[in-house]
């Protein structure tokens, strides 16, 4: 019943009036700050400033990835520049703006992707029209860009939106029309996010699974073309990267931090940098890996596209992007973006099944996913993450465990009433 208003929902004058309202504001707000609170005028934006320095660098022929060569942010904070080269040459637009300027360009283009990645979502999962679904999107979108994930996203200035709308566009939009879709271009868009960042590489695993063997040549066969393309303009910085400093994962920061939710940091955060660690961590790593491959065998689609495989191949990329931040050494607390859409298809699974156990199953994650992602529980705890309790653990890894527990559903109990007729 409330899945079919939605479906018939079409936004009146004063409901679009007053969706617009609430997301500029919103989207304002994350500009500047929120009036009358300390933060207000004083995004702090530092990853989004070590972009511009990384590339005022680049066109300063001085080294990347030296010791020290970063100089401080405009907060007076020093970060290593932590990216692939290629990322140095992308992020060069922002090198010629001020850090006001290039604040103000990243986080409007981030809230209008969350627009577009939130109306996609909904698109596949076959929620209202056209009209209502990107009112619908922009409306939601007014609330997620302050949930913890993109809340950080977005006050830090990294591009993790940027990244998921590529992945997004990639699997879904490229010859999405087409009755075989293998675009010749479906691949590039992965290739080009993972020679930004690297994590993206890991949908190229959707492709694999589906056996688009082209797609996934073509985007490895990208990333190694931005790579090469990197290694003309930056051959001292781009052998560097690729022979020593992708191998330093202690420079990019403190790994035992609450911020860092992955399998990695939780074992630390138990263990301590101890063997025990390096044993847990590689085990449970091999757990969550086989555990993705049973969740694809159990929702992988066929290859003629139909709307319900669309939904199984939606759950499949979310399995794939929640193993990805699992396994991952690092994986901030911004990173996990991803958890959205993740909730929002628990939720839609959760009201359109008709059996208990996937009613209660999904309802629960996506319950428990709105509030764990809303808050970012680990910031309630101390920052020295060696005196958590044993149920502060369970709660400061929140995302670490919900993550696992989408992957379990997804094995176990598929939601399959996407093929049920509408």
Known sequence: MFLARIDAWEPSRLAITVICVLFAASATMQVTGVPFTAGYGTRTLFDLDVYRLGSILWRQHQSLYDEGSMPFTTDGIWLPFTYPPFAALVFVPLGLMSLTAAGAVVTVTSCLLTVAILAVTLHILRIGTTAGRWWGAAALAAVVIWTNPFWMTLGFGQVNLVLMALVLADVF???ARQTRPDSPLRGTLVGLAAAIKLTPAVFGLVFTAQRRWRAALTSAATFFAAGAIAW?????????????????????????????????????????????????????????????????????????????????????????????????????????????????????????????????????????????????????????????????EVVGNAYILWGCAFLVASWLLPPRQADEPR
């Not at 202690?250 to 101890?274: H, K, M, P, V, Y």
């Open 173 to 175: 939009v490229l010859g």
């Open 232 to 392: 003309l303009w930056l051959p001292d910085d781009s052998r560097q990267y690729w022979t020593d400093t992708l191998f330093h994962t202690s420079r990019i920061g403190d790994l035992t931090e609450g911020i860092n939710q992955n399998l990695n940091a939780l074992w630390f955060r138990i263990c301590g940098d101890s063997a025990a660690q390096t044993a847990w961590w590689v085990a449970s790593v091999v757990a969550v890996t086989v555990l993705l491959g049973l969740a694809i065998a159990a929702n992988l689609p066929g290859r003629t596209p139909t709307p319900a495989g669309r939904e199984r191949l939606l759950v499949v990329t979310l399995c794939v992007a929640f193993w990805g931040l699992l396994v991952s050494p690092t994986s901030w607390a911004h990173h996990w973006v991803w958890a959205i859409p993740g909730i929002l298809t628990a939720a839609v699974v959760a009201l359109r099944s008709h059996d208990a156990a996937r009613v209660w199953t999904y309802g629960l994650l996506a319950a428990v996913g709105a509030v764990a992602f809303a808050i970012g529980p680990f910031q309630l705890f101390p920052v020295n993450t060696a005196t958590w309790s044993p149920l502060q």
